[in-house]
């Protein structure tokens, strides 16, 4: 039977003790089994879970970061017939250019429209979320 008060004094217990990895697994484990009911929260708390395991999982954004920029990346060499090298760098490009300004001038004088032009938006803007949550997974993880 799943007790969830159980879980979360478990947990509290891990930080009292300084178990702060233990006290990380037994919080995630409370919420992969915790049911909500609202649709609505449940759909929030599927992507919190998949994206950056409920904050106490840093890979998964790192990870989630790499996929985006290696499947654009291979979309721009396919669609566009750009080399291997040079269509993982304007991709990797595109996605940090939502978290550094300077790059943005590199994106601007992007001469193609349509998908690619999609492409290179849908990166830009999850750039930044993917570095937010990597961050927020660190501060509550790795910085106590």
């Known amino acids: 039977m799943y007790e969830?008060?159980?879980y979360l004094l478990l947990a509290e217990n891990f930080k009292k003790l300084g178990f702060f990895e233990d006290a990380d697994e037994c919080y995630y484990?409370?919420?992969k089994n915790y049911q909500i009911e609202?649709?609505?929260r449940r759909l929030i708390d599927l992507a919190a879970w998949l994206f950056f395991g409920y904050g106490v999982k840093?890979?998964?954004?790192l990870i989630w970061s790499a996929l985006i920029i290696m499947l654009s990346g291979a979309f721009f060499k396919i669609y566009l017939s750009m080399p291997s090298g040079e269509a993982f760098f304007f991709s990797?490009?595109?996605f940090t250019?939502?978290?550094n300004p300077?790059?943005?001038s590199a994106i601007a004088d992007f001469p193609h429209g349509g998908y690619p032009l999609y492409v290179v938006t849908v990166e830009r803007l999850l750039g930044p979320v993917?570095?937010?949550l990597f961050l927020a997974s660190i501060a509550k993880t790795i910085i106590r």
Do not use: K, Q
């Open 92 to 94: 990797a490009t595109a």
């Open 58 to 61: 840093p890979a998964r954004p």
């Open 102 to 104: 300077l790059l943005n």
């Open 29 to 31: 484990t409370y919420r």
């Open 38 to 40: 609202d649709p609505v």
């Open 130 to 132: 993917f570095f937010a």
């Open 4 to 6: 969830e008060t159980a």
């Open 97 to 99: 250019s939502g978290i």
